[in-house]
């Protein structure tokens, strides 16, 4: 038995696969997005420099006004220097001063010194050269020599003159004076009564 070969049939095709036109690539797409990555570059780039200037503009303002600061608290530390100069200066001044009028005093002080040491000399001096009213011990009271009351009497009073240690007993010489300057001369060992006031040395 004789068989006619069969031809393969071509596989069924869809009609509407087969009939639609064939689909375009997008192409705008890739450009598109470049396009807008380079504006948000752009963008942000600007955007950064923008902020760096701001910050640029900033810290300049922030140096000058810290340069003025600087600049005032250097003024016034000059200032604070000369017055305090100023102020030493006069201090120093017033030291002088001050130097100049303490050893003045103490030259005061040294010549008062020395006027009130010669004048308690002087009073000794007198003092011992000068019998007041009382009883006096020649030699030991009141130096020996001869003596002359300083003024006139002008009362009765008298005057003695005793051996040392007799209590007045052993009388040497005395006298009952109405007036005049009465004049006595005393010798070591002895005593003097005066009665009749201040007995200057001769």
Do not use: H
């Not at 040392?164 to 005593?191: K, W």
């Amino acid at each position: 038995m004789n068989e006619t070969p069969v031809s393969p049939q071509p596989a069924p095709t869809d009609v509407a696969t087969s009939d639609a036109p064939p689909r375009r690539r997008r192409r705008w797409v890739w450009p598109a997005a470049t396009l807008v990555a380079l504006l948000v570059g752009v963008g942000i780039g600007t955007s950064d420099q923008g902020v760096a200037q701001d910050t640029y503009d900033q810290v300049v303002s922030d140096r000058d006004a810290l340069a003025e600061k600087v600049e005032t608290a250097e003024a016034s530390a000059r200032t604070a220097e000369d017055e305090l100069a100023t102020q030493q200066g006069a201090l120093d001044a017033r030291a002088q001063d001050l130097d100049a009028r303490t050893s003045d005093l103490d030259t005061r002080e040294a010549s008062v010194a020395a006027r009130e040491a010669a004048v308690t000399q002087t009073e000794q001096a007198v003092a011992a050269t000068q019998i007041q009213i009382g009883t006096w011990t020649v030699g030991v009271d009141i130096e020996p020599g001869t003596y002359r009351t300083a003024e006139p009497v002008t009362s009765t009073c008298y005057w003695g003159i005793y051996r040392s240690g007799t209590n007045g007993d052993d009388i040497i010489q005395n006298d009952i004076v109405e007036g005049g300057r009465p004049q006595v001369t005393l010798e070591a060992g002895q005593d003097f009564e005066n009665g009749c006031g201040v007995f200057v040395k001769q």
